[in-house]
């Protein structure tokens, strides 16, 4: 089954309307259809993928094929965005750290400084596509992340 990283529920009726697909690195093309996957069968209409500082945002266009129906409204570079920085290292544990970072930048942007804080053609797409489900939902990462401590 596909999976993501964050899902936003609507508060309302439970159901997936944002879903987030988080990678430090990699190729943003296989995450990005990792994601369209996910959304067909969960049947969310918004999504977004980030790897490294690139996101692309997704959408589903009522009136369209199903098949085709998710398209992408855009690529943004997010390297200026604050307070969301790459870490350096690897494994698994630095790859939790990036997801809880933008976990923690999603539930930000409920306030309205942080989404002031945008780029211009970040903070358009997300006013159109994600903020509304952010102001209606609850933020849950979808898998259990923990840092792994050596044992002495």
Not at 94 to 108: A, C, H, M, N, T
Not at 121 to 135: G, T, Y
């Amino acid at each position: 089954m596909a999976e993501v990283d964050i899902i936003v529920r609507s508060k309302r009726t439970g159901r997936t309307v944002l879903a987030v697909e988080v990678k430090l690195g990699g190729q943003l093309q296989l995450a990005c259809e990792q994601l369209r996957n996910y959304m067909k069968l969960v049947g969310c209409t918004t999504g977004f993928v980030i790897v490294g500082h690139k996101l692309a945002l997704f959408a589903e266009r009522y009136g369209q094929a199903p098949s085709g129906s998710i398209e992408l409204i855009g690529e943004y570079d997010t390297s200026s965005v604050l307070s969301l920085n790459v870490p350096n290292g690897s494994g698994k544990d630095v790859g939790f750290q990036f997801e809880r970072q933008v976990q923690g930048w999603l539930e930000s942007l409920t306030d309205s400084t942080s989404v002031e804080q945008l780029p211009d053609d970040i903070k358009a797409a997300f006013r159109e596509h994600v903020l509304p489900w952010v102001e209606v939902g609850e933020i849950h990462a979808t898998g259990l992340r923990t840092q792994h401590t050596p044992r002495v």
